[in-house]
């Protein structure tokens, strides 16, 4: 199993009834298939803080993770972004065998668009959200 916080996050909001109400179970991984259905989010790591003492690394990890919701309205981007923001600001606990997630915080979040691959298709609304993940390896 992977010592991941990261993908404990994404796996606590599948598994919460409001998120799953706007996104059901589409919520990836750096990237969202092809034939995705709006709404849907995606999940990244991006960037990882270990402190290190003179004998190696001490205390718990920070990683940081960026959520990605793209809608095809404002509104249902900001909904599913509301949504997502109250399953993980301040979440944690034990959630597996290998990773105990201390606190996740919602650091920053901006407002967008994007024009998704297919380049035919309408520009989507999109809302990212950066969640700072303090954690102990177990």
């Known amino acids: 199993m992977l010592k991941s916080p990261e993908q404990a996050a994404a796996r606590a909001l599948i598994a919460d009834p409001a998120v799953a109400m706007i996104l059901g179970q589409r919520i990836w991984p750096v990237i969202a298939p092809a034939s995705a259905s709006l709404p849907f989010a995606t999940w990244r790591r991006t ?13 718990a990890t920070s990683v940081q993770l960026a959520v990605d919701v793209f809608a095809t309205t404002y509104e249902e981007a900001r909904e599913a972004a509301d949504r997502i923001r109250s399953v993980l600001d301040g979440w944690g606990g034990q959630v597996t065998d290998y990773v105990s997630v201390r ?4 650091d920053t979040e901006s407002d967008g668009f994007v024009q998704l691959a297919g380049g035919d298709l309408p520009p989507v609304y999109q ?3 950066s969640f ?4 102990q390896e177990t």
């Open 132 to 135: 700072s993940i303090l954690w």
């Open 47 to 59: 960037g990882v803080t270990r402190s290190q003492g003179l004998s190696g690394p001490i205390g």
């Open 103 to 106: 606190n996740v915080s919602l």
């Open 127 to 129: 809302v990212t959200q």
